[in-house]
């Protein structure tokens, strides 16, 4: 025999090995990884009572849906900017009121809004939602941007955008396209593909035998696993999720203000601080101690809302150029959103 020929039995037997090995670890643990994948946060989101001095408006995404959003005006004469406000997964658009309304003092107009099959908006049929981003929700944010943008150009101001959670993910998403959009806040940001390569490795262990093995597997082989896993679930779903990685770096040179709680169980620290290095500069990370998922706000407190007035005033408000309060605001469509691409694959495509 050959050189060759022994080389190509070699490689053809560790094919077939390879394979035989995936098909079973499919077989064992796929379903584990897809039941955990679908399972639901075990908490819930502080609820908040609706403003009355709010003025709502109607959304309607590309897809036919309509959406509540609300306007929360500046209390300061002047306006110095819009904040769009992204929820967190199975709350609403008043849980603004918790994160935001510092800010109106400072002089920030908000608009919230709620995310399909959340609060007051529509709900789409056929489709249960979960705490992992899908085009669904970037749909819900391109309708957000389009009626903001609208009202930003009559009266001159820059636009940031601030999520919480999963409001996070589909912001920053939705966002990056969108160069109206001029600074960022994220609070208990996460990555789909993270979090699921993090807990497939923390978790292996439960489900096999081979001790030995499971800690040398490398991460490419985790990440096809969860793949495959992600594929059958979005078939179940009809949904396609979104990898945030890929944007990250699209926001650039635009800035963004990472908070995430040091002791976050659900998102752990870690996932943050890879996000972080993935995202261009100008860019800051703050852990607080702590702070546990979406806690934060009450953890730090006065510190909280001050570091994102620092923060947002730095980068959204005009120098001599205020402009008048959103007091009513309406949207007469004459602000368009650039061209958002409709599929998710050109939406998290590569630079």
Known sequence: MTILTVLLTVFSLLLV???????????????AVIRIFQERPIFQPTQQEPDKSAEDVALVT?????????????????SVGIIIFCHEFLSNRWSARRYCEPLREAGFDIFTFDFRNHGDSDIQPGYEPVQWVSEYELADVRAALRHVIARAAERNHKIGLFGVS???????LAAAC?????????????????????????WVGIYSSYSWLYPIVPSWYYAMV????????????KCRF???????????????????????????PEV???????????????????????????VAGDEYFARLERFLRQWLEREAQG???????????????QPLPLSLGDTVANR
């Open 17 to 31: 090995a390879f394979v035989l090995f995936t098909i079973r670890v499919c077989i064992l643990y796929v379903p």
């Open 62 to 78: 590309d897809d036919g849906l309509q959406l509540k959003g609300s306007w929360l005006p500046s209390r300061t004469a002047r």
């Open 272 to 298: 943050a601080e890879r996000l972080f290095e993935l995202a261009g500069d100008p860019k800051e990370l703050w852990l607080v101690p702590e702070a546990k998922h979406n806690g934060a706000v009450d």
């Open 226 to 237: 969860g793949l495959i896993a992600m594929r059958l679930v979005e078939r179940r779903h």
């Open 323 to 337: 402009g008048a309060a959103l007091h009513a605001p309406g949207d007469d469509n004459r602000g368009k959103v």
């Open 178 to 202: 969108e160069p109206s959009v001029a600074a960022f806040v994220t609070d208990s940001l996460y990555s789909t593909h993270l979090v699921q390569l993090l807990y497939m490795r923390r």
């Open 242 to 268: 979104a990898k945030l990685e890929r944007v990250l770096g699209r926001l650039s040179p635009r800035p963004i203000f990472m908070i995430h709680g040091q002791r976050d169980n659900y998102i752990v």
């Open 166 to 172: 999963r409001g996070a993910v589909a912001g920053l």
